[in-house]
């Protein structure tokens, strides 16, 4: 197999749960060796989360976001271990850490005292929001962001309880973000001969992702509120009802909307001064789908389907998960993978989300267990000549 792009970096991964896991594992995908670093004893805490196992005591939440990494257990609190870590330094591109925001300095592990050893190191601190402000010290979760990002205020339906978006999207948005940032740092870095500090956030990621959200509120002067399937600068651009349930449907802009009448035999609203644009529809959404919902429930929703198609406007089935991993997409696309691990046999998991014609990625290491690289990594550093031989402790 041809060395993958980022075949030769080394990334030393101080961080616990969903960002910076997320993010390191998908620097791991592309050919770089992640040395994840975690506390004796417990391991990142995501190894004991969640409400169910497969087969060992590691949680499929650990799972899902480790592969492609060694493992060892240091107590950073410890000089001993500190020097362990500094050793690793002096052989690393790149740290990832999401402590609170001072934890990394208390313990010595801080970007300034890291970049002293190598200066070349690209360090990524991902925290609930920020290194700096007001908000710096408080608490941050994913749940926690989507609220104080605006998200929450703008998801699920109107006049219901607020509603979390399913996905975390500010825990995997910083990840995604923060692979970008390194990857930057690390071409920049080609140029300068010097690393940098990155400062990444939940709150930012939430925030960043929020394109049509905020463009709503500087347009119109309103913060927008909750609408459902509904798309906020398209319309019809959402769930419909059939007469055996629901699909959507995607007539985003002025010649799909023309075919989509033609297709569901209302050509008159064509000529509705209220329909007459989507910038139209979009003001008008309520009592376009309100005129549109009586016409949807004459047929069953495979056949709009298949006629939305059959003419080119876009239309879909609301899968479930269980359908979404099976259907004859993501299995053509390779979106469902086996792995195999030392305790748990074979386990699913979701395969590579984009693909790499030249340079294929694999999972070249399964999750690892706690600690069960300490030995070899050991002894890659004492053959180096950066750490001292452990002394046998006697009888």
């Known amino acids: 197999m041809p060395n993958l792009p980022l075949a030769g970096l080394r990334v030393l991964d101080i961080s616990q749960v969903m960002a910076g896991p997320f993010c390191c594992m998908l620097l791991g995908d592309m050919g770089a060796d992640v040395i994840k670093i975690e506390p004796p004893r417990t391991g990142d805490s995501t190894r004991h989360s969640m409400g169910f196992r497969l087969k060992g005591e590691d949680s499929p939440g650990f799972l899902a976001l480790n592969r492609n990494k060694r493992s060892i257990t240091l107590d950073l609190k410890t000089d001993a271990d500190r020097e362990v870590l500094y050793a690793l330094v002096k052989t690393a591109d790149i740290v990832v850490e999401n402590a609170r925001p001072g934890v990394a300095k208390r313990l010595g592990v801080d970007y300034d005292t890291l970049a002293a050893i190598n200066p070349r190191l690209v360090y990524a601190s991902i925290s609930g929001f920020g290194q700096t402000g007001p908000w710096a010290q408080r608490p941050g979760f994913d749940l926690i962001a ?48 010097v690393g940098q500090y990155i400062d990444a956030s939940l709150l930012e990621a939430a925030l960043g992702l929020s394109i049509w959200e905020t463009t709503e509120l500087w347009g119109t002067g309103k913060p927008p509120t909750p609408i459902g399937s509904a798309n906020r600068m398209s319309a019809p651009y959402q769930a ?16 799909l909307w023309i075919i989509f009448l033609d297709v569901i035999g209302r050509p008159e609203l064509q000529r509705d001064p209220r329909y007459a644009t989507n910038a139209n529809r979009v003001v008008n959404r309520e009592q376009l789908i309100a005129d549109l919902a009586p016409t949807f429930l004459t047929r069953t929703r495979q056949e709009w389907i298949d006629a939305l198609l059959g003419a080119g406007v876009p239309a879909a089935p609301i899968l479930d998960y269980g359908e979404a991993v099976t259907s004859e997409q993501a299995i053509a696309r390779e979106m469902v ?57 006697a009888e």
Do not use: C
């Open 146 to 193: 989507q609220a104080m990002s605006g998200i929450l205020s703008s998801n699920g339906f109107p006049g219901m309880e607020p509603a979390k978006n399913s996905i975390a999207v500010a825990d995997l948005g910083a990840g995604l973000f923060s692979v970008y940032a390194i990857l930057s740092a690390i071409i920049g870095r080609e140029a300068s001969g």
């Open 240 to 255: 419909m009802k059939a007469s055996d349930g629901w699909f959507v449907i995607g007539a985003a802009n002025q010649g």
């Open 337 to 393: 993978m086996t792995v195999k691990h030392p305790v748990e046999g074979e386990f699913k998991a979701l395969g590579f989300p984009v693909k790499m014609r030249g340079t294929p990625q694999a999972v070249r290491l399964p999750p690892p267990l706690l600690d069960e690289h300490g030995d070899e990594i050991r002894r890659e550093l004492v053959a180096r000549g950066l750490l001292a031989p452990r002394k046998e402790v």
